[in-house]
Nanobody
Framework: QVQLAESGGDLVEAGGSLRLSCTAS????????MAWYRQAPGKQRDLVAS????????NYADSVKGRFTISRDNAKNTVYLQMSSLKPEDTAVYYC????????WGQGTQVTVSS
């Protein structure tokens, strides 16, 4: 059974930084493109960033480009999201998942950016 566990969310002031982690069990992440998503209150879940299986190619939503960096450590079966220059608009629950084959969603991790 595939399980995805996100961690690292916190309350942070605008302009601050956070590093999110996603660790998987039940699958080998080395065989999958991965992605981070976020969902703010009253809004749909949106794609934030993605990375291919080897970590050689990445893509970002325009709203986070230049501020967020997605990376992976396949030996640790983990995907990361480094977030810098955070804005209040980044406040959301952040989730990870495989990019092209949907799995059961984890609980996500809450990121709150104060004004």
């Amino acid at each position: 059974q595939v399980q995805l566990a996100e961690s690292g969310g916190d309350l942070v002031e605008a302009g601050g930084s956070l590093r999110l982690s996603c660790t998987a069990s039940g699958i080998s992440l080395s065989m999958n493109s991965m992605a981070w998503y976020r969902q703010a209150p009253g809004k749909q879940r949106d794609l934030v960033a993605s990375i291919n299986s080897s970590g050689t190619s990445t893509n970002y939503a325009d709203s986070v480009k230049g501020r967020f960096t997605i990376s992976r450590d396949n030996a640790k079966n983990t995907v990361y999201l480094q977030m810098s220059s955070l804005k209040p608009e980044d406040t959301a629950v952040y989730y990870c998942n495989t990019r092209y084959s949907a799995r059961v969603w984890g609980q996500g991790t809450q990121v709150t950016v104060s004004s």
